[in-house]
């Protein structure tokens, strides 16, 4: 299908997705930077293997992809026109979006725990990039929250319908990248140690 085609709607939908894919490829290269830099540092001296890789990182990865299957229920009952039910799974997938967010300050605290810290004479190089990387996908996933929130607004305003779900759908999009994003950085950190 030519991309001039189509309603002005459908063209519209279109670049919207496109725009979003666009934002996707940023992040990606975003942390593709990131990660390559934490490669190219394990050569360092300094470089410490001994930091126990924190539970609550775990955890938060359960949460997160239970969030990811909440969101997509929660389209797929808008698309059938249960409401209720699509706000029961839209809230849910808020409340493990808080949790998931809950469970990264705990992996924090449990690095420090164990006497390394992100800055100052107590940090090292390995605990300083598994805070930058962890907390810029937090970031990013303080951004789908609020994404999230938009949505829930959007559906008790009755904006959602079976057809008419771009909004959902680009607030799926995010979501569920950002947490197949935390899914690679989950399996980056701890295998490359």
Do not use: C
């Not at 299908?1 to 666009?22: H, N, P, S, V, Y």
């Not at 929250?145 to 949505?151: A, E, H, R």
């Amino acid at each position: 299908m030519d991309l001039t085609e189509g309603t002005a709607i459908e063209k519209q939908k279109r670049a919207k997705k496109t725009m979003m894919l666009f934002a996707m490829v940023s992040m990606v290269m975003t942390f593709a930077g990131l990660t390559s830099a934490y490669v190219v540092s394990k050569g360092r001296g300094d470089w410490l293997v001994d930091v126990q890789f924190p539970l609550a990182f775990i955890y938060s990865t359960v949460v997160v992809f239970g969030s990811s299957i909440t969101f997509y229920l929660a389209k797929k009952a808008v698309d059938s026109n249960r409401k209720t039910q699509a706000s029961v799974l839209l809230w849910s997938t808020l409340v493990l979006g808080i949790v998931f967010v809950l469970l990264q300050f705990k992996g924090f605290s449990e690095i420090i725990d164990q006497g390394y810290y992100f800055t100052g004479p107590a940090s090292n190089i390995v605990s300083t990039f598994m805070f930058v990387i962890v907390a810029t996908h937090l970031v990013h996933l303080i951004g789908g929250l609020i994404v999230l929130i938009v949505v829930l607004i959007n559906h008790t305003r009755n904006k959602y319908s079976n057809g008419q779900t771009l909004g959902m759908e680009l607030g799926a999009m995010y979501w569920h990248f950002v947490d197949f994003l935390w899914l690679y950085l989950f399996l980056f950190l701890y295998f490359m140690k």
